[in-house]
């Protein structure tokens, strides 16, 4: 049996994100619970992947950003001048719609976070990260015997768990995931899904996805964005058996224009 946590580990509140003049954002709110998966879908460009970036402060590096009102985690304002980015990408994870495996060996892509983190005193600690990240992505019995090899000789959906098990070898509270199934195919997609569900007994998720039948089989909770703004927002069962806002029924239809 699956006992919900009902503990609030994001909430965003009246969030505004603007790149120049180019408004993206327009005052999102939005809660989600610990050890969640929460599914972003709605039509390209409506500002799913600027939202989730606001999450772990990518666009701070993109110029002339602008970004108002509130994200906290666990509490904590993330846009606080005193907070210490690095550590709050430790702690918020990302997996890219295209795996982007370092080129390095598939032992060194696990290891490369602990080594910048300082999360381990020895080779045997370090050894034991590696091994426990592979192990929980499903690619360790795959890959055991050539941790030496380049990483970027696996096969797509195995640089994808790849991709997330460098993630995860942080311990990170919170893993976003900007379609990361886009690419792959339907067994490669299965796997990716099947670690989704594994991983919400440890960590918060955010995804976002364009495949409504991928979403309904991970979410516990489904926000749909269109034009900046969310337009829905509830748990995944109620969203698509019962949307309340006439857009949303088009979307998950496929009326919508």
Do not use: W
Not at 90 to 95: L, N, P, Q, R, S
Not at 121 to 135: N, P, Q, T, Y
Not at 242 to 250: A, F, I, M, W
């Amino acid at each position: 049996m699956t006992i919900t946590n009902n503990k609030t580990k994001i909430k965003v509140s009246k969030l505004n994100l603007s790149y120049g003049n180019n408004q993206i954002l327009f005052g999102i709110d939005l809660k989600i619970k610990t050890n969640n998966v929460v599914a972003l879908i709605g039509p390209s460009g409506c500002g799913k992947s600027s939202f989730l970036r606001c999450l772990n402060r990518m666009n701070d590096e993109i110029e002339g950003v602008n970004i108002d009102g509130l994200i906290s985690i666990d509490g904590k304002n993330i846009y606080k001048k005193s907070m210490d980015v690095t550590a709050l990408r430790a702690k918020v994870g990302m997996v890219f719609q295209k795996p982007n495996p370092f080129p390095k060996s598939i032992y060194e892509n696990i290891a490369y976070g602990p080594r910048i983190h300082g999360l381990f005193s020895s080779k045997k600690e370090l050894d034991h990260i590696v091994m426990s990240s592979l192990k929980k992505t499903g690619l360790l019995e795959e890959v055991k015997n050539r941790l030496e090899i380049p990483a970027t000789s696996l096969s797509g959906g195995q640089q994808q768990r790849l991709c997330i098990a460098r993630a995860i070898a942080i311990n990170p509270e919170v893993l976003l995931m900007d379609e990361p199934c886009s690419s792959l195919d339907p067994i490669a997609t299965a796997c990716i899904e099947e670690l989704i569900n594994e991983l919400k007994k440890s960590l918060t998720i955010v995804i976002i996805t364009h495949s409504l039948s991928q979403a309904a089989r991970v979410s516990q909770q489904t926000a749909f964005f269109h034009l900046g703004k969310i337009i829905e927002n509830n748990s995944t069962a109620e969203f698509f058996t019962n949307p309340k806002d006439e857009r949303t029924q088009k979307y998950i239809t496929g009326r919508f224009e």
